[in-house]
């Protein structure tokens, strides 16, 4: 008990600083993208860069717009950031380490990430502005949409795994030798296709339509100011690297170190040592940031979807291909058996 | 089987703990100087024209009624896909991915006359 309290803590807290940290390697990337220098001024590098805005949002006004919801308004942010931070637990950060180790994980995440729709479109009802509403409407069909692609996806990978858990879908991916038991190998389609509703779901560039600033102003935070402000950005930035830990969860082997079996048979005194945790550990969050990096590379590689395309794409092209994938693998399952491709 | 969930109820708790005290910090450190025209809804520097909270598009609501059909189709299919294992191993697997797929065959002519009708065109 007194563990599992210090590992939330520390996740928490890991989750924070790591946030910290992708608002200011997305800003220099960005800049590095645009051929400019970036922030480079406060610290080292403009390492306390993100340490500065913190300071920023908590120093100045917490402005709340005329006839407002107040009682709303305040919590939106605050349930964007509990939902943020609580998907963190289900994470399998080495074999055997996560904070909630649930035989229903998988069904969990997907039950969590829906219920940030709530944060987004009461933001903008609470805020008594029109391009408040609009965001959060748009926001709301968005993530809505989307969220049906996303769970079939994740059906086809609980098909091949047979397991809602986490833990067992990426020791499963362990089996058929090397990288190819890796879900993105078996079942690449669904692997692409949870890739672009992980950016649909977190409201990430070429997905950004709930904040799209040539319409909506800022869409769903236009009246946010402070430190509300602060924790939808937070919010953003915790999803956003924690879509990242999924897909290399769910598709690229989570937390397994390329050619495990193979590593193990060499060195026996390997199993279960603490070494391997830490490899485990680092593998992961080698793949972890280079899926970070993709959804920067993104966004400032694509433009935007216009509404009526981002609908199309989801509910005409994401929606069938999904349900079609589903069925294939399933069928993929019955006929080379679940270990075997 | 209930203490699975605990440690998931302790990180909401402690996310909400944080949450909670960056709301309290802004509010007690920031300062708090509202005028009339700092409060004013934003409207691209106009004096807002009526309420925020009007009637919006009607397809808002359609893509919500579609949504819950869906999403409900989906969750049929969780059971299914967790289970899929163990009717494999009972030779059952192609029987049970064709009663699924007659049922999602259903769901998606509904898909396609809704598509046909419009119910999800947003050029306007």
Redesign the interface.
């Known amino acids: 008990?007194v563990w599992?309290?210090l590992?939330?803590?520390l996740?928490?807290n890991a989750m924070?600083l790591s946030a910290s940290l992708l608002v200011f390697a997305e800003r220099r990337v960005s800049a590095f993208i645009q051929n400019r220098p970036g922030p480079n001024r406060v610290g080292p590098l403009g390492l306390l860069q993100p340490f500065a805005d913190v300071l920023k949002?908590?120093?100045?006004?917490?402005?709340?717009?005329?006839?407002?919801n107040k009682f709303i308004h305040?919590m939106a942010?605050?349930v964007m950031?509990?939902i943020?931070?609580?998907t963190?637990?289900?994470i399998p950060f080495a074999e055997g380490v996560v904070?909630?180790?649930?035989?229903v994980g998988v069904?969990?995440l997907l039950a969590l990430t829906s219920i940030s729709v709530y944060g987004v479109t009461l933001a903008g009802?609470s805020?008594?502005?029109?391009?408040?509403?609009?965001g959060g409407?748009r926001s709301?069909?968005q993530m809505?949409?989307y969220?049906?692609s996303m769970?079939?996806a994740v059906?086809s990978v609980?098909?091949i795994a047979?397991?809602?858990n986490f833990m067992e879908i990426v020791e499963h991916q362990n089996s058929g030798g090397a990288l190819l038991g890796w879900n993105a190998v078996r079942n690449p389609i669904g692997c692409l296709i949870f890739i672009v509703t992980a950016f649909a779901e977190t409201n990430r560039a070429p997905f950004d339509l709930p904040e799209a600033e040539e319409e909506l102003?800022a869409g769903y935070h236009?009246?946010y100011s402070?430190?509300?402000f602060?924790?939808f950005f937070l919010a953003e930035y915790v999803n956003w690297f924690i879509a990242s830990f999924f897909i290399v969860t769910l598709f690229f082997g989570g937390y397994l170190v390329p050619f495990e079996p193979q590593l193990i048979a060499l060195f026996p005194a390997l199993e279960g040592s603490t070494l391997l945790a830490l490899l485990q550990f680092g593998s992961l969050m080698l793949k972890v940031g280079f899926f970070a990096f993709l959804f920067i590379w993104v966004r400032w590689t694509f433009p935007r979807f216009k509404?009526?395309q981002l609908?199309?794409v989801g509910?005409?092209y994401l929606?069938?291909i999904s349900?079609a994938n589903?069925?294939l693998i399933?069928?993929g399952?019955?006929l080379f058996g679940?270990v075997g491709l | 089987m209930f203490g699975d969930f605990v440690p998931l109820f302790l990180m909401i708790a402690l996310a909400l703990g944080l949450a909670l005290t960056l709301l309290a910090a802004a509010a007690y450190i920031g300062p708090s100087r509202p005028s009339e025209t700092k409060t004013m809804p934003y409207e691209s520097g106009m004096d807002p024209v009526g309420s925020a909270h009007e009637r919006y598009s009607v397809k808002f609501y359609l893509v919500a009624m579609i949504f819950i059909v869906f999403d409900v189709e989906v969750v049929f299919m969780w059971p299914w896909a967790a289970s899929f294992h163990s009717f494999v191993e009972s030779g059952a697997g192609l029987g049970v991915i064709a009663v699924l797929s007659l049922f999602t065959f259903i769901l998606l002519v509904g898909l396609l006359y809704d598509v046909k009708k419009g119910g999800l065109d947003f050029e306007q």
């Open positions: 008990m599992t309290a590992g939330a803590f996740v928490i924070l949002f908590v120093l100045k006004e917490d402005v709340q717009p005329a006839q407002s305040s942010p605050v950031v509990v943020a931070m609580t963190a637990a289900l904070v909630a180790d649930l035989n069904i969990m009802w805020s008594n502005s029109k391009f408040s509403l609009l409407l709301a069909a809505v949409s969220e049906l769970g079939l059906i609980v098909l047979g397991s809602l102003v236009t009246e402070g430190m509300k602060g924790m509404y009526n609908m199309k509910w005409k929606l069938p349900l589903a069925i399933a069928l399952v019955v679940a």
